[in-house]
């Protein structure tokens, strides 16, 4: 349960904090009975060794102190022994140290039993271990420090209650940003596309969550946007052909008879239609500077397979291209994309203008080589040349065209880091610019 759920991660990761915590404080607690132990008893051998020097008669030294037995080994400072009180069999081990170095900050920590044996310098310099078995004071600082664990335990319960009660009330302030935007979330839907997880008042380690989620919705609301579009271009584009051919199957139940060169060609109108839709659906799915930068091209290869695909239409209307590709050059996009958009400029100029048609490869400019395609018939008036680039927009209403074509072409440079416009009106030049291939 916990594996999924951010809340009881967080009071985990807490609440094992404050026991790390308790422990150190365990540990640093450490040894607290022997350091109070050695502490009285570095007292007691002050009071008893002072004004004592190494000449001193130690005969008279108390042989108890507070109820522990006392004994004594007298040492000389550079540490040579020469006395022990007669209960000991042999001198008790020199150990050197001061009541100040007992109470320092860092120390480590040393292991006293049952007998305390702590040093006293005398006034010649001479050291005296006094030693005692300090069974009362051992039993006392015992009991007095269980007594204080017991209390802190039973203060323990009700402070970690409260403490995990002050921690989930901290967790449900936290987590509401997240459960706010959860509920604006679920509201995301076709009805409101544009909605966002809004990521004012989110904690930090979640703004980089809702970000992607948001530009992960701005894909999916682009992507809406973009079906709504192919559907309401094919309803607009698809509406008046149905109609016609609908008219004309009617006219066939009526009369009997079936004009089939007349419903074939609404069929290939509509079928280039859909085609054309379709292509630029394609278009349209693809963001502008997507296109890999190794997808590489060579600009007078597809331009001459274009123009070599039309030739067999130009000579069956008694035209003529002429193509003039000097030099050759590496550009961004698909050749499959870049020939199909060059054929439809071609195609443009082959039943829409007049004369011969020119295709003039130009390197004029370093980065965007241009590629122009001209005719001489009467070209778009100037205030109307980038109207005609829109969708459905037609030279003439009552041409056969779907006003698609141009729409198409303008989408399939600009995807490839290029673009197209028409450059003159007399004689009627349209220029498509593309980007050199890096």
């Not at 990761?13 to 150190?24: N, R, Y």
């Not at 349209?284 to 930068?293: E, L």
């Not at 499959?336 to 400019?365: C, F, P």
Request: charged share 25%.
């Amino acid at each position: 349960m916990c594996d999924r759920s951010l809340r009881c991660r967080v009071l985990i990761s807490l609440l094992a904090v404050l026991m790390l915590g308790f422990g150190v404080l365990a540990l640093y607690l450490y040894d607290t009975r022997d350091e109070l132990r050695r502490c009285v008893m570095f007292i007691q051998a002050q009071e008893i060794g002072a004004g004592m020097d190494a000449q001193s008669d130690f005969s008279k030294l108390p042989k108890h102190y507070a109820g522990g037995e006392l004994s004594y080994t007298l040492y000389t400072a550079d540490g040579k022994a020469l006395w022990h009180s007669a209960n000991l069999e042999r001198p008790r081990k020199l150990r050197r140290g001061t009541l100040e170095e007992e109470l320092s900050l860092f120390r480590a920590p040393v292991n006293s039993g049952r007998i305390i044996n702590v040093p006293v310098t005398l006034s010649d310099g001479s050291i005296l271990m006094v030693a005692k078995e300090d069974s009362m004071e051992r039993k006392l600082i015992g009991d007095l420090l269980r007594m204080r664990a017991m209390r802190g335990l039973l203060l323990l319960v009700p402070f970690c209650l409260l403490a995990t009660g002050l921690l989930f009330v901290l967790m449900q302030w936290t987590l509401r940003p997240i459960r706010k935007a959860a509920r604006l979330a679920e509201g995301i839907g076709p009805h409101d596309p544009e909605r966002r997880i809004p990521l004012r008042k989110l904690p930090g380690e979640v703004l980089p969550l809702a970000r992607a989620a948001n530009e992960g919705l701005d894909r999916l609301a682009q992507a809406y946007a973009y079906e709504q579009r192919i559907a309401d271009d094919a309803a607009h584009a698809l509406r008046t052909p149905l109609a016609v051919l609908d008219l004309r199957l009617q006219k066939c139940r009526l009369e009997g008879a079936a004009d089939w060169p007349a419903i074939n060609r609404e069929f290939g109108l509509i079928h280039k239609l859909v085609n054309q839709l379709l292509a630029l659906a394609q278009q349209d799915r693809v963001q502008a500077g997507t296109v890999p930068s190794d997808a590489r091209t060579s600009l007078a290869r597809v331009a001459r397979e274009a123009a070599a695909t039309m030739i067999p239409l130009f000579e069956a209307h008694g035209r003529s291209i002429v193509v003039r590709l000097d030099q050759d050059v590496m550009v961004r996009g698909s050749p499959d994309l870049l020939r199909e958009a060059i054929r439809n400029v071609l195609e443009n100029a082959l039943y829409h203008g007049a004369g011969t048609v020119r295709m003039i490869l130009s390197k004029a400019q370093q980065d965007a080589p241009t590629l122009d395609i001209q005719d001489e018939g009467a070209g778009v008036h100037l205030e109307t040349q980038e109207i005609m680039f829109q969708r459905f927009r037609k030279g003439r209403e009552a041409s056969s065209g779907s006003g698609l074509g141009l729409a198409i072409i303008r989408s399939t440079l600009r995807n490839a880091g290029g673009d197209a416009h028409f450059v003159s009106s007399d004689p009627c030049i349209m220029r498509l610019a593309f980007r050199r291939a890096g």
